[in-house]
């Protein structure tokens, strides 16, 4: 049995995206032990919400692009 | 001693009825003519579809069991089952009528209200290096709409003999030692009950597959997968671990930008050749879905494909012990 060359690319990616991963929810938690003190719970959520939801579109877009241009790089057809 | 030598036989005899079932569904389906092509085989052999029902069948009699002879918890029992009786109605709703794409998403959101309803869950997120949140009410958010992706991902990388089943017990292995790595002892039955149970119907659906799972039974792993995360408090390692789920439906769906069914879209990703080899069909507007970004550069035998996948999963499911072990470590 064989294993794809572009196997090797795609662990790569998850290693990388896999770091990220574990950077946001600590520049949450910064931002949130640091910066920003609400009392009010809900408001507390939103914004951790909303914030959070950035990042992980952040860290999604970057997932999609890095695979875009990998996937075109190494591609037979051009 | 004696507890584990019978939380031993109830595996083993799980797996053994998963055997009978797949192949009674598989006999059953094959004679009522609900078959589909396998379209990754040079001669396109009709395979019979829905063989999987055995897998929800086998894990709520197997929870039903563990329950009686007191293994886990009355709530643990009833969320799980009612997130699988409830996942399999919406997959069977979708295999025999022509439901909107859009319909999967939203009806597998009714997975996650069992658990709310149990409170088998607990609100507090853990991240690796001590970093959790407290979050009451997102966390009710995050339940619904995990079960429901969990479910949709797991179900859209279907796409080569045996890929699910396998992955899914990779998935579950690496829960059951993530759950061993940041609580310590705990009842693990239900993760072991999981890898048992697929592995019976793996028997019949490994290269060269004699059944297909169909979407019902593939929506009902993920959402079992999704449900265990929440349960155990694992969702970390067990995101990490389904990076490959992750970038299959991820690159699907940012492509093709809305929900629909994969056949409805009719755009050849994929093309096979008279030798048996995967090609990239190469067509600017497909997805580059796992599938196709693995035949990018070579060809490949279908096997290779299901060997090449096999391989990502591990390799994710290391990231997300190493996880495991790093959420025990306070910065």
């Keep these: 049995m064989r294993i794809s060359k572009m196997a090797i690319f795609l662990a790569l990616i998850f290693i990388f995206q896999w770091v990220i991963m574990i950077v946001i929810p600590y520049i949450l938690f910064g931002v949130f032990s640091r910066i920003v003190f609400i009392d009010n719970v809900f408001m507390d959520q939103l914004l951790k919400a909303i914030i959070a939801f950035v990042l992980v579109s952040v860290w999604l877009l970057e997932w999609m692009y890095m695979g875009i241009y990998v996937y075109r790089k190494f591609r037979i057809c051009k | ?331």
């Design chain 2, 1 to 331: 001693v004696v507890e584990l030598a019978v939380v031993i036989i109830l595996l083993i005899a799980s797996t053994f009825l998963t055997l009978a079932l797949t192949k009674y569904f598989g006999n059953l389906f094959k004679r009522l003519g609900y078959v589909g092509i396998d379209v990754f085989k040079v001669r396109r052999v009709e395979v019979p579809l829905l063989a999987g029902l055995s897998i929800p069948i086998s894990l709520i009699i197997f929870l039903y069991v563990g329950y009686i002879i007191n293994i886990i918890h009355y709530r643990i029992f009833i969320s799980l089952s009612l997130v699988i009786l409830s996942i399999l109605l919406v997959g069977l709703l979708d295999d025999f009528f022509d439901m909107p794409g859009i319909y999967k998403p939203v009806a597998c959101m009714l997975g996650g209200i069992p658990i709310i309803l149990f409170g088998t869950y607990d609100i507090h997120l853990s991240f690796p290096f001590g970093v959790g949140f407290r979050i009451s009410i997102i966390y009710l958010l995050l339940i619904i709409v995990g079960i429901s992706v969990s479910a949709n991902t797991v179900n859209m990388l279907d796409v080569a003999n045996g890929v699910v089943s396998l992955a899914s017990m990779i998935v579950f292995i690496t829960m059951g030692l993530s759950v061993y790595i940041v609580h310590g002892y705990t009842n693990l039955y239900p993760i072991l009950l999981g890898i048992f149970v697929i592995l019976g119907f793996f028997y019949y659906n490994k290269y060269p597959a004699r059944v297909f799972l169909g979407n019902a039974p593939a929506l009902v792993i993920g959402a079992y997968i999704a449900s265990l995360a929440i349960i155990y408090q694992v969702e970390f390692p067990t995101v990490v671990s389904m990076y490959p789920f992750i970038h299959n439906s991820f690159f699907f769906l940012s492509k093709v930008r809305r929900f629909v069914e994969h056949k409805k879209l009719n755009i050849v990703i994929t093309k096979l050749d008279d030798d048996g080899y995967i090609h990239d069909a190469c067509y600017e507007g497909a997805p580059i879905t796992l599938l196709r970004f693995l035949v990018s550069r070579e060809p490949l035998r279908e096997n290779d494909v299901v060997w090449s996948i096999t391989i990502l999963f591990i390799f994710s499911s290391i990231l997300a012990i190493v996880s495991a072990f790093l959420m025990g470590w306070g910065l």
